[in-house]
């Protein structure tokens, strides 16, 4: 039999059921009534190791990419798994970890910098440039005209007290050094991290 | 963790209490159910609430939140009237026999030295009684009424089985029941791990809780065995990290510490730090305190750092309060004292307690700057979002920034787990958008001011200007740098006993290599070894376990030293062979320490030597007496949550300055914040659930998909008090304020018999917002009260007072 | 490997097709089996985000009902959900019994008897049962011939979904995203006989920790399931949120299969053959008549779902 049955007039005749098995007895059937899985996602993907962000196990991940690192490719990461290499995870990952993918491509990633002016309602776009010059200047105005050299009893301590760091607890080793250093020259004391939290 | 996750296989019983790992920590609890599989243990939940640890454990109890002192030091007092315990480790390797100085006392319910106006102790007697060479003197047969061990057992003697019913809401049967399964660990060839996390930390008491478990595994002989130890979860992917590095007001790297303002001199500031050995012949790590301090300023300051001036010691802020923690600057915003804030990846709106509060600060600064990877609720406190957030922007005149950073997908670096391994991990793409890295804006940022103080001078410049800033791409420090910045380097040819070990120039390979002579940088000395000349060890992915005893040492690297157990030395008898054959972790093989872990002990001292196994420690013992270290005392005590359900503190019914933490601190202006369990009758717990990570998983769908809305946890029988169902919407308010959530009526929590009195208890889940794709909602911190931890000021989320009703 | 190779031969049942598959060659694909023991669950939920992502489902995100379960019921974004009950054994203590809910891919799979879509449902030799949507006509009758409740119809596209068991992974020798994520090891793969074996191993520990009815959920009326429960009361399946406690393909879809079929088909054939060039040339006669509505089959299962929970 040479008729060709699109996909969806076979459908709809055998709705029936009971037609449709009884064609497809009699040899019948569309061409492609035969199994297929799914196409596998993992075939060319790019693999990084990394450890999870969320909690402090650490857990090891595999982060699965598109494209290959050429200049004119622009990776990005489609799947996240378990490395059943490491020796606390063995490849497991929980539902924070399985989910952070997510997390990664979230709408609410801010991907440019912003300011919100004293008493509007709206965030506005700016250069890099423009926030952090705004940035440190409002920091220098504060800190030459608030710095302590000396406490109330004649201490020299040296500190600026009225300027506060709250520093980030996913942020790696490095930027957490860099951290300390960068407040510390400043004389930052109001300095903390979520430790508590 | 003084032991590792995977170590947890190696216990007989595993206490979970103070936590929830099965929840907050799935991965990790793999290891518990090995232990399980492995080698029959029994798992113990003791919690407010039947949670999902409980789901799985074989032994379960309710406890009123906030009352795990009153269970653990009657637990102190079994083990020790009922004799077991295990005596040869505790005589040997605690400060049981020392004796403690006259002159300190503890009654009715304060130690000595109580200063009622300023709530703080005189700790002068809070120490030892020292010999002529200032050696603590001792008792062997612990007999002497006023030794460590018998000043101990009076101590706890009045938390009888029936005290502690009447704190913990526990009944007798059930207490004795569980203490009898604790004890078991009292044999040498039996261990307990304790698994704890925020449900210890965060009470107004939670430093002196975690202290009490720690107390309780030195009796049991259970801290340096595989499958023993206290292990702090912990929450945050690097929050071990930030903390190492000491990211928090009074901290250097490495736990050292900023002078305080009276410490005016370098020398009297080193000599205060450096501790002797209260024993003969200890080691008493800090002793080398100015190696480690003269390395770390070497490397921020470099050439600048000289012997003459004191290695730039000035030019470090002095402080003048233990604590500037968040609470602190919080309430100075509130004051209108603070001009500016910098959040880097802390949503501290969302994440710190009585939002009212820390919304009317926020509004009260000039400028706020946000660093982060999502659009979160502290960055957004000046908009209005209906009832979740209801303010008017037009009265908020603060100018915020937001930043965007990379997230750990698109950024190389190390991260610390809790088991203090650093796990290296490698950029797999570029950040979204303009989005920077942390580093390149820090870089940013600083590069800019040193800029400004070049041209314009300002305020005490000379830090500014000196901080060492040797990077390839000034504008990018590479993590690479950065990490061998803080291993260290030799700035000249160090020597030891005349023979080079390390030529100028070359990375250091452990905090063995430091110099108090500024011929050596190092940016955080427990750090050291991380990144050496052989390359960076935090990158290694050997995962062999060659005792098959959970140890990988070829994984990554854990500091100190690459040690996987802490006090490992106490795993071993004092002759050096182990406690337990078929757990040997190190021992002394007539000429070393070897084993499976990096010996954490002088690797050729023999058993002879008597050196004792807690080298961080002055007398190299494990302490039950704690002397001056905190602030509450000496030994635990049990007091109430600030917001109690119950009128006083039945071991001191008659004394109201011991009905809560004597030390707690709370400002004046939050006196009238906190609430009485006549107008909120509950005692409420907040925590996370598996589904969520804080306030970071409301942003990601799929976590939202499987755990969408709001909730709160009621018992059935307060439901059936209150007329509410399963899925009703209740409100729940305290003395701060009101969220509004959906009610899931469970038998996992039941009203508990405290002190006569029928305490229900409300279970509070912290996450969801008003930002994000989950559906939004208020902030459960509206409801939590701004005190904290009498030690650490970790504000006491679990435990405070509240009222339910149906909407 | 196990189970990979997909192609004709390794087809053992084809949905409303008598046509036999290539069937001389003999070994090379070993029966997989997952084996989901509830007594090491903590209901985290890893293998249900493991499961939309891997698939690359994103369901509606929807309320909280009062409980944990969410979503609150399979749907064709949610191969999987985890069930939440609170269950007080005959002692008085609580259990929190947490049970993974999927498809269960039956040796004789109902739904793949009832399917009247040539190829729509097949079963390899691995015995994994997939839906090939491309095939499926949306009719409804896996869901009726489903012991287990699984399938449902998507309003999107009218067609069926469900788990399938990653048959893309277990075809390239992984296995599936929820096994690989569960933290704890509830969630084991293998071989039907190694599954087999450590449930056994499990069952032997359960008992020893006294629970004595602990055992293997593999029910035979359904030839076996290459997904298998441990259960600590294997006696009273039905506490674990309405597990069945002898789950039958439903006796209208046997009469079908076993004796309607073979009797009627060569008078069908003609007749539907005519019916067929009838379709062609003029178009549909009309839409069946006996479609299972949706909206009615999910209120049923509900009612069901809560006469299991309320059984003895």
Request: charged share 25%.
């Amino acid at each position: 039999m040479s008729v060709r049955v699109s996909r969806r007039q076979f459908l709809k005749f055998g709705a029936a059921g009971l037609g449709a098995s009884s064609m497809a007895m009699m040899g019948f059937a569309p061409d492609q009534a035969l199994a297929s899985v799914r196409h596998f996602k993992l075939s060319g993907a790019k693999v990084s190791r990394n450890i999870c962000t969320y909690c402090s196990v650490g857990c090891g991940m595999l982060l699965y990419a598109r494209g290959d690192g050429a200049i004119n490719s622009h990776d990005h990461i489609f799947h996240v798994e378990g490395d059943p290499d490491h020796p606390v995870s063995r490849g497991s990952l929980c539902p924070r970890g399985a989910g952070v993918l997510d997390f990664i491509r979230s709408d609410s990633r801010v991907r440019y910098p912003q300011v919100r002016e004293p008493g509007t309602d709206e965030w506005k776009r700016i250069s890099w440039d423009d926030a952090l010059e705004r940035i440190v200047r409002m920091m220098k105005d504060d800190r030459d005209r608030n710095f302590e050299t000396h406490d109330e009893e004649g201490h020299l301590v040296n500190r600026w007290m009225t300027t506060a760091m709250v520093a980030a607890s996913a942020c790696t080793n490095e930027t957490a050094y860099l951290t300390q250093k960068i407040t510390r020259a400043l004389g930052i004391l109001k300095l903390d991290n979520q430790a508590r939290v | 963790m003084t032991n590792s996750w995977v170590d947890i296989r190696n216990a007989n019983i595993v206490l979970s209490m103070g936590g929830n790992s099965a929840e907050a920590h799935p991965v990790g609890f793999r290891w518990v159910m090995q232990a399980k599989e492995r080698s029959d243990a029994i798992l113990i939940s003791i919690d407010p609430r039947y949670n999902r640890t409980t789901a799985v454990a074989d032994y379960h109890a309710w406890i009123r939140t906030g009352t795990d002192i009153a269970f653990l030091g009657g637990l102190i007092s079994y083990l020790i009237e009922s004799d077991r315990y295990n005596r040869e480790y505790v005589e040997a390797y605690t400060d049981a026999a020392h004796l403690v100085r006259e002159g300190f006392e503890f009654h009715d319910g304060l130690f000595t030295g109580y200063d009622e106006a300023r709530h703080q102790y005189d700790k002068a007697t809070w120490n030892f009684d020292l010999d002529e060479q200032g050696f603590a003197r001792r008792d062997e047969t612990l007999q002497h009424p006023r030794c460590v061990f018998q000043l101990m057992r009076r101590h706890y003697s009045r938390y009888s089985v029936e005290m502690v019913e009447r704190i913990c809401g526990m009944p007798q049967a059930k207490v004795l029941q569980l203490w009898d399964l604790l004890a078991q660990s009292a044999a040498p060839d039996k261990t307990m791990t304790i698994l704890y996390a925020l449900g210890w930390t965060q009470h107004s008491v939670g430093a002196q809780m975690i202290r009490t478990g720690a107390m309780v595994q030195l009796l049991l002989g259970n801290m340096g065995m595989p499958g023993g130890g206290v292990n702090a979860l912990r929450g945050h992917s690097n929050i071990q990290g930030l903390t190492d590095i000491g990211l928090l007001s009074n901290l250097l790297t490495g736990y050292m510490t900023l002078p305080a303002a009276g410490a005016q001199d370098y020398r009297g500031y080193i000599q205060e730090k450096v501790r002797q050995p209260l024993l003969p012949n200890q080691v008493s790590y800090w002793k080398y305190y100015e190696r480690f301090f003269v390395s770390t300023m070497k490397a921020f300051y470099g050439d600048a750092a000289t012997v003459e001036n004191d290695w730039c010691y000035h030019w470090l802020p002095k402080l003048s309060e233990p604590l500037y923690d968040v609470l602190y600057a919080v309430n100075d915003m509130t004051k209108g004292t603070m001009t500016g804030a910098i959040c880097q990846g802390f949503n501290i709106l969302a994440a710190f307690p009585n939002k009212a509060k820390v919304l009317d600060g926020l509004s009260k600064l000039r400028y706020l700057v946000i660093m982060d990877p999502l659009a979160n609720e502290t960055g957004e406190f000046w908009k209005n979002h209906g009832e979740f957030n209801d303010v008017d922007p037009s009265q908020i005149q603060t100018t915020v920034f937001r930043l965007p950073t990379s997230c750990f997908a698109e950024d190389d670096g190390s991260i610390t787990n809790s088991s203090r391994w650093l796990q290296w991990h490698h950029r797999a793409v570029p950040p979204p958008g303009e989005a920077k890295t942390d580093n390149a804006i820090l870089a940013g940022l600083f590069q800019r001011l040193q800029k400004l103080y070049q041209e314009e001078g300002g305020a005490f410049p000379e830090p500014i200007l000196n901080l060492t800033w040797e990077y390839s791409d000034p504008a990018h420090p590479a993590a690479a740098e950065l990490a061998q910045e803080y291993n260290g380097r030799a700035l000249a040819d160090i020597e030891d006993q005349g023979r080079i070990i390390r030529r100028k120039g070359e990375l250091l390979n452990d905090f063995g290599d430091l110099r108090a002579d500024g011929s050596t940088s190092c940016g955080c000395w427990i750090y050291s070894g991380a990144w050496t000349e052989q390359g960076n060890m935090m990158d290694r992915r050997d995962n062999s376990d060659p005792y098959d005893i959970g140890v990988t040492l070829g994984w990554a690297w854990a500091w100190p030293l690459n040690r996987r157990i802490l006090y490992n030395r106490a795993s071993a008898r004092p002759d050096g062979t182990p406690w337990d054959p078929n757990r040997a972790l190190i021992w002394w093989s007539g000429e070393r320490w070897v084993g499976a872990d990096v010996p954490d002990y002088p690797i050729a001292a023999a058993p002879e030597e008597d050196i004792k196994p807690f080298i961080l420690s002055e007398s190299g013992t494990g302490h039950f007496f704690a002397s001056e270290w905190l602030g509450e005392g000496p030994f635990p005590e049990h007091y109430e949550p600030l917001e109690s359900p119950i009128p006083n503190n039945p071991l001191h019914p008659q004394n109201p300055l011991a009905y809560h933490n004597p030390v707690a601190r709370v400002f004046a202006e939050d006196r009238d914040t906190f609430g009485t369990f006549e107008e909120f009758p509950y005692a409420a717990t907040t925590y996370r659930l598996t589904e969520h990570f804080h306030y970071w998983t409301t942003h990601v769908l799929l976590n939202a998909i499987v755990q969408p809305e709001k909730f709160v946890e009621i018992g059935e029988v307060l439901a059936g008090e209150l007329g509410i169902a399963a899925g009703e919407k209740v409100r729940v308010r305290s003395k701060r304020g009101h969220i509004d959530a959906v009610a899931v009526v469970t038998k996992r929590l039941r009203p508990l018999q405290v002190d006569g009195r029928t305490v229900h208890q409300v279970g509070i889940p912290i996450h969801w917002g008003f930002t994000g794709v989950a559906k939004k909602a208020h902030l459960t911190n509206t409801l939590t009260p701004f005190v904290g931890d009498g030690n650490t000021q970790t504000p006491e989320f679990k435990s405070f007072l509240v009222n339910v009703e149906k909407l | 490997m196990r189970g990979d190779q997909i192609n004709l031969q390794n087809i053992i049942a084809r949905s409303a097709t008598n046509e036999p598959s290539p069937q001389i060659r003999s070994g090379g694909v070993e029966q997989v089996t997952k084996l989901i023991d509830v007594s090491v669950c903590i209901g985290c939920k890893a293998c249900q985000v493991a499961c939309m992502e891997w698939n690359d489902l994103r369901d509606e995100v929807g309320e909280c009902d009062g409980t944990y379960n969410a979503p609150q019921d399979l749907t064709p974004s949610s191969f999987e959900v985890m069930r939440f009950s609170e269950y007080e054994n005959e002692e008085g203590d609580l259990e929190w019994l947490i049970r993974k809910d999927n498809c269960m891919h039956c040796a004789e799979p109902g739904c793949l008897k009832a399917c009247p879509s040539p190829g729509a449902i097949v079963q390899y030799a691995n015995g994994i049962v997939d839906f090939n949507s491309e095939h499926c006509i949306g009719c409804g009758y896996c869901v009726a011939g489903c012991p287990f409740d699984i399938p449902r119809i998507s309003k999107k596209d009218n067609k069926a979904y469900k788990c399938t068991l990653c048959s893309d992974r277990v075809y390239h020798g992984l296995e599936p995203a929820c096994v690989k994520s569960c933290p704890t090891g509830s969630i084991q793969f293998g071989t039907k006989e190694q599954m087999l074996d450590y449930g056994a191993h499990r069952v032997g520990k359960l008992k020893e920790r006294g629970f004595d009815n602990a055992g293997i959920y593999d029910p035979a009326g359904v030839g076996g399931t290459h997904v298998v429960y441990v259960l600590q009361h294997a006696d009273k399946p039905e506490i674990y949120s309405g597990l069945p406690k002898d789950p039958h393909i439903s006796p209208t879809v046997e009469l079908w299969k076993g004796v309607t079929k073979p009797l009627m088909s060569a008078v069908l054939g003609v007749s539907v053959l005519a019916g067929f060039f009838h379709y062609m040339t003029k178009g549909p006669k009309e839409e069946p008549e006996d479609d299972p509505d949706p909206d009615q089959a999910a209120a049923e299962r509900e009612q069901d779902r809560h006469d299991e929970e309320r059984r003895p």
